[in-house]
T-cell receptor
């Protein structure tokens, strides 16, 4: 059973471009969480999705950021018109159930905006 | 409001000595508590969790944690530290009735010196 797969591992974008980050959860997991981590800081919750539904996007900036988890395929975190402040590591985690279970993390995507 | 505190930004321990990484929490109701470890440029790895039952929880790599309800603490411990334990450690909590939202501590950098 492969772990949570994120790609790309590293992504460089110029200011104003779009960034697409992909996350394939572990097999059998229908809950996906996206987090952002700035250097030397902890994790900041962004969004929680179940298949085809956004459950909680309270941690996601209102503009330029969007997330989806379609019926087929990976979850996508999309950042439009990137700015330097978007540079961070973005982690995806998945779990089989919502309650009481640990989440399993991917290796992260390190986004650098130049 | 729910919160997690890791009061030490960094903990230094000599190899072979016992180590403790502190975590205190505040949630309404019973907590689910988690410890994760992050090695440089890697995702987070699950170490252990407390859901219910025995207050002393054993996890991966020889780590254990003690749940103390009266002190609202969940300190991570290991009897004999290894240099390879050097990493960033995160404590997280989920309230019993919050069904998915993990609240994260800011992380503690553990440095084990040979």
């Amino acid at each position: 059973n492969a772990g949570v797969m994120q790609n790309p591992r590293h992504l460089v974008r110029r200011r104003g471009q779009e960034a697409r980050l992909r996350c394939s959860p572990m097999k059998g997991h229908s809950h996906v969480y996206w987090y952002r981590q700035l250097p030397e800081e902890g994790l900041k919750f962004m969004v929680y999705l179940q298949k085809e539904n956004i459950i909680d996007e309270s941690g996601m900036p209102k503009e330029r950021f969007s997330a989806e988890f379609p019926k087929e395929g990976p979850s996508i975190l999309r950042i439009q018109q990137v700015v330097r402040g978007d540079s961070a590591a973005y982690f995806c985690a998945s779990s089989p159930l919502a309650e009481g279970t640990e989440a399993f993390f991917g290796q992260g995507t390190r986004l650098t905006v130049v | 409001a729910q919160s997690v505190a890791q009061p030490e930004d960094q903990v230094n321990v000599a190899e072979g000595n016992p180590l403790t990484v502190k975590c205190t929490y505040s949630v309404s109701g019973n907590p689910y508590l988690f410890w994760y470890v992050q090695y440089p440029n890697r995702g987070l790895q699950f170490l252990l969790k407390y859901i219910t039952g025995d207050n002393l929880v054993k996890g991966s790599y020889g780590f254990e944690a003690e749940f103390n309800k009266s002190q609202t603490s969940f300190h991570l411990k290991k009897p004999s530290a290894l240099v390879s334990d050097s990493a960033l450690y995160f404590c997280a909590v989920r309230g019993y009735d919050s069904n998915y939202q993990l609240i994260w501590g800011a992380g503690t950098k553990l440095i084990i010196k040979p």
